[in-house]
């Protein structure tokens, strides 16, 4: 039913209603929803005052409720149910909370204090999601709840009674029922009116939708720039060092084991798997990758190489005469493509307010490292909601500048924003959340660190000609292998979750079987290594990279899948002979490089390859040839995405054949050569 189609996914499942209310059962039936009523003898007699807030005692009440079910029904037989709804509905007058009245005085004193005034209806809602392994339950819970504004009229103390004498009341909190008699005591309502009567089935909905249906990390690009405010910049944040008071701690606090909302993120993905049998992956998050990778583009554009909404070229050559310079975007015409358009009117039609995009400093892939750093999005993990006010004492940071942050990281997409206050959105749970999965913070720390750096030389590179701009670009490359140890771990930490993302793409582009050794050339932590020896259970791999690498890479190994077929051999590619192998492997590697040190690496490589062996090299995905590339998985790279025929020749100019390309995980443009006999 198109409907309720959140409310289908439970269809096929063995949902409980944990709840004995007649109001619920009749709401969520009325929604299409099948599931049996086991009512919970949880006793809601939890210590109020424990409670920071009247809503967090609902939501705990919900949970504990419907955890109670889930536990009996395990015990019984078991086998417990997929899912068990829980729900807990107060009213609060202030920080006082109003349950059930136990008899007739009570609900007279309950309803002469809501009398002529207004209150907030919560109602908290807990759902569970069970699984039994090896005789033990597993649960995973979302929660939220749900606030409505109720204002009752002045009311005498005669129809007070009578509503009393009627009966109603009696098992409903507050003392009143909004659906009947109690209408009538009832001015105005703000809010879910069946949130009231004890369910809240719009935010259910929007949970269901959020648990099975997460938001594409791509949407992030549907973000429209001239939502983001305009902020001066956040270097200053905070009085203390960038990453606050105790990041590490922050990072790691948590409500004392509890599911937080960060667990949350696991719910989605275990339920897609279990439910669906589907790939539990999490999608590729371009749209986020686009952002961290952005100012690449957009520090071009500041010294006017590129057009940053449309990323058409401008004419050097105007720029250097100060057209652009000192002048602003707006004025200038973008020369190459179509001559004579206005910048503003490119960034209209990328659906981006220059003026906003171009007040806003710094920009916002620096809005998104600075969060990163201060690990905003790990205190909100652990902690949010959190108004503005306590993110800042959380970070000891500037409550004005923090404001503006989280602002800006939710006009971004990477935050909710919402009266309870801000959230992580789903992005941010699995990629910018430090210790997740998924985590992309490597990345962030990396260009943030670095490369941001690099491309800041850009404009010097521009004025002093094109081979110069090759050169600022490689010499990230070259920077990075100079560098201390820190540089190298920060550059394996962002290469590591990259690959993270992109390695069961690459290993699965093409059927490898035919191979019995791969060595993968710059192949770092190893992390495609372990994807090709899972996939192939017959292979055996090397990872070949620089000895500061291969020596530091034992660090990233824990925790995951070993095997003895993967074995890591220091050495430089561009020096040392090559591991042999039948099938050489380069994974967003050649974009680093400068045509000549490219041709070097490739002819080297073919040099190795016995005939009927393979080169399989993975790229940023470029779309046709000549067209405009965004900035896509350009991160950590220098050069710029090839279009797959660009591919195809590089590797017959070396001496393969039968050179196929594929399209991999959205982004990748995966290819596969067979060397020819010499
Ligand atoms: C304010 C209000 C509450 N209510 C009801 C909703 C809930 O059923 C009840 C609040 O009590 P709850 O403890 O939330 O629920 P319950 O005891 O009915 O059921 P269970 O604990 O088994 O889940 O008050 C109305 O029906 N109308 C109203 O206007």
Redesign the pocket.
Known sequence: MVLCPVIGKLQHKRVVL????P??QEILSNAGLRFEVV??RFK?KLHKASFATPYAYAVETAKQ?ALEVAGRMHQKDLRAPDVVI??????AVGAMIL??PVDKQDAYRMLSRLNGKEHS?F?GVAIVHCCSKDGRLDTEVSEFYEETTVKFSELSEELLWEYINSGEPM????G????AL?GMLVEYVHGDFLN???FPLNHFCKELARLYYPPRPADLRRVRHDSIPAVDTFENLSDSEAGGADPGQSAKGGRGGEQADGDRSQAPRALDAALNGADSRPRFPTGLLELMDGFKASKSREVGLECWPCGRLWDPAALLAGQQVDGGPQDTSCLQGRPGLPMADHADQAGVCWGSWSKCHPPPPKVLFTACKLKLFDVLKDQGPLQAVDVARKLSTCAGRTEQLLDVCAALGLLEKTRRGYSNTEVATLHLVSDGEHSLQGVAEYNDAHVWGVFTRLGLAVREGAEQTRGALGAMEEERLSQSRELTLQFMRAKHSLSKLTAHHVATAFDLSRFASACDLGGCTGILARELAQEYPRLQVTVFDLPEVTELSGGFQRGGRQTERIRFVPGDFFKDSLPEADLYVLSRMLQDWPDDKLHKLLSRISSSCKPGGGLLVAEAAAEEEGASQSPRLRTLSAGQPRSPDEHRRLLQRHGFQDVRVARAGDLLCVVLGTRAAP
Do not use: F, L
């Open positions: 944990a709840s004995a209310s109001r619920r009512p919970s809601e409720k829980g729900a807990d509905t107060i009213v349950e059930k209806v109602t098992d409903k909190a507050g009143y029922g909004i659906q109690g009231v009567v004890g």
